[in-house]
């Protein structure tokens, strides 16, 4: 005692304490998964992406999809009406934000918040199409 | 004193490991709350919103295209034999608010929520292109399939019908038919024959103009 010595049964239960507080750590590990919302972002984003593929665009050619890929002047024609058109199928709670090669269309994207995406590939370039709660 | 010691030892080390154990478990206890306790729910409610809009579902023309006279006859027992995961489930399905389907008051529940069109045909159109004249009729964009009533006149030999500068039909004794023909959605098409001098009759083309309404599908499931 008088060297100071620290009792085993602390000793032990110390060990015990992090054997416990492990198993614990574990519960609040595995269960970080993506946000429960994501999922519901990722289906809106993809109805939308189907939607407009299998939409004709005004040039009597493409879909709207590949309308927006296909030049700049295609993306340039087609993005007013576009935005109109998603603003019409996403639900009112839901904004968007779409990247093409040629360029940008739709709202800024708040850096925090869940978001759902998709990715769609055509011909001329690929376009993502990212939803998030606004 | 010795006994004494350990006496206090013991003591702090059994306050200490039981408090770790019960921060432990409301740890756990709080992971489990937080996770998705509504599994069924979630599991009809998904299962019903993609079979309903599903490409090669009853319901749909095309993908996320929903066929509105289809959609009108819509029940619970149709919804279940589309997706089996919604049997005895309470569930509601709207479109941009207005119920299509329910059985049972869902109240809590998993909500899906999907962007859909939904199509309906117009009455039918004819227009005719009258022989003599040689004119063309023209399609708008949209629509998916024709009827093409060939009627030639006397003396009067149709041999190729053209969509678009294609040969549509096409017979080397004379057409004299009526045909269903499949278009492009993405372009109109414009219809001519290729009548000889003096020719006569007519062909007439039927089609129905495709409505499209957009709207946000929603289906509430609860198990």
């Known amino acids: 005692m008088s060297r100071g010595q620290l009792s085993l049964s602390v000793v032990e239960a110390a060990v015990g304490v992090v054997l416990v507080m492990s198993v614990a750590a574990g519960f609040t590990v595995v269960s970080t998964g993506p946000a429960a919302s994501t999922p519901q972002l990722d289906t809106l984003a ?3 992406a189907t939607v407009l593929g299998s939409e004709p665009a005004a040039n009597g050619r493409d879909s709207r999809l590949t309308a927006l890929a296909r030049s700049v002047e295609s993306f340039a024609t087609t993005r007013a009406s576009t935005r109109d058109r998603l603003d019409e199928l996403l639900p009112a709670d839901v904004l968007f934000r779409v990247r093409t090669p040629h360029g940008t269309l739709g709202y800024p994207q708040p850096p925090t918040a869940a978001v759902g995406s998709t990715t769609v590939p055509t011909r001329h370039g690929p376009i993502t199409i990212r939803v998030w709660y606004g | 004193m010795r006994a004494q010691t350990n006496l206090v030892a013991l003591t702090l080390a059994l306050v200490l490991v039981t408090g770790a154990t019960v921060v432990g478990v409301a740890v756990a206890d ?17 299962a019903v919103a993609d079979r309903l809009v599903a490409a090669d579902s009853p319901t749909t023309v095309r993908a996320n295209a929903l066929n509105a006279s289809v959609v009108d006859g819509l029940n619970a027992t149709r919804i279940e034999t589309l997706a089996p995961p919604a049997e005895d489930a309470a569930i509601r399905v709207t479109l941009d608010g207005e119920t299509v389907a329910a059985r049972g008051a869902p109240d809590g529940g998993a909500t899906v929520r999907r962007s859909v069109v939904v199509v309906s045909q117009s009455t039918s159109l004819q227009r005719t292109i009258n022989v003599s004249r040689g004119s063309a009729v023209r399609i708008p964009q949209g ?17 190729t019908v053209r969509a678009n500068g294609r040969v549509l039909l096409y017979d080397g004794a004379g057409l004299d038919t009526n045909t269903t023909i499949r278009l492009s959605r993405y372009e109109p098409t414009t219809i001519r024959v290729d009548p000889g001098t003096n020719a006569t009759g007519r062909v007439a083309v039927t089609y129905h103009r495709p409505l499209v309404d957009t709207r946000t599908l929603t289906v509430i499931a609860d198990v």
Request: charged fraction near 30%.
């Open chain 1, 46 to 48: 993809r109805d939308a």
């Open chain 2, 30 to 46: 709080g992971s489990l709350a937080e996770a998705d306790r509504d599994p069924l729910d979630r599991h009809a409610a998904t």
């Open chain 2, 143 to 159: 629509v998916t399939r024709a009827t093409v009533a060939v009627d030639p006149g006397a003396n009067t030999t149709i041999r």
